[in-house]
């Protein structure tokens, strides 16, 4: 099977969204899903993937999966926790069965997400009178480029509907972290006041796959306080957001590190880890403009996020393919980041909508995921033209 897979996988592969390490599949057999075939899931925690996949097999072909729970075809879902990455996944398809194993659950997700793309192309075939589906043989083995792939939305207060519609677009393409920025005067209009709201976001987006990290715009109202009332307005944002990390940003402002110990201290004891900007203790971030990526040497930078501003909706070969950071510590302290978080900015494009960002939110996905050995920025053109064609 394997010599059928390399021998026929290249031009298939320039149809999904991201990239993986390995992609290959061959005409030379096919999988059909029918009434024969059931999904297997290894621990209760993959439900959600079993229904999603079960979903788009029914939105396809009319077929229930649901209801079956006796047949000799399989599609196996199940966790492996000693796979290189959480986010890994591995799938094998044969025309007697389909197994996908990911690091985690995420893992499985983000393998069935890739399993349904290789369903619903060109090469598949649906018959929704004889309720099947059919697609070929299937090896992919892939893991992420960055562990922390984020989307900064800049104008997070709008509607929940609208917000979980962003967070659902994000999880279809393996983006895993929505930043909520927010002044201090936003956090009293907006977040404070509707606790519930932001809370029960947090909750929606942990199932399916996305971490909802605040980020606290510091101002010189906030910090003449001091330390102890600042901290305090950070446990009320610890409340709220379940999330582990915690971005504070401080701009131009001087900080003093006493003030620095007392917040993170506190950060501490509620088992939060604090991201600060550069001008705090570390530099954590560095800014990259759109359209002046050469300006920055990426690779000698201190730090674990990117930071890629991405105001005017578009995007370029150089900043498609942008490098990792190195891990180092900074000041003794060690933040436990890998990433890339994008900046979406449309705080003054009134008339931009979900559906006009998430033209340029493929290309995210894959500067995000996709070793850069692998990249080509045209081919990456072709692929999102002809997947989202439809969008």
Known sequence: MLVCLLSCGLLKAQIIVPMPVQYEFSELGSFVVDDKTVVEISDESLVFPAQLFSEKVKEMCGLDLLENNRGRKKVKLKINSYMSHPDSYHIS???KAVQITG???AGVYYGVLML???MSNEYASVDREAHTLTFPLILVEDTPLFTFRALEWEDSYVPTSELKKRIERMSELNLNTYVVPMEYNEMAAYVLSDKQKWYGLSEYA???YVNVVPKVIV???MLAFGADSVASIMDRIYDIFP???V???FGDLNVDENLWNVIDERAQKRQKTLVPDKTAVGATMVSVPFGRQSEVNLN?????IIVIDLTDNDGNAEMYNVAPIKRKRVNKTFIPLNGVQFVVNTADKKDVVIDDLYEFMPFCSEAAWTKSELKSFDDFGRRKAHLFKEK
Do not use: A, L, P, R
Request: aromatic content about 8%; glycine content about 8%.
């Open 300 to 304: 000698s930078t201190i730090g674990e």
């Open 116 to 118: 349904i793309q290789c």
């Open 247 to 249: 971005q504070m940003e």
């Open 219 to 221: 101002s010189k109202e």
């Open 103 to 105: 690091g985690s659950e």
């Open 93 to 95: 398809v044969n025309d």
């Open 243 to 245: 999330s582990e990390f």
């Open 206 to 208: 942990t199932d399916y």
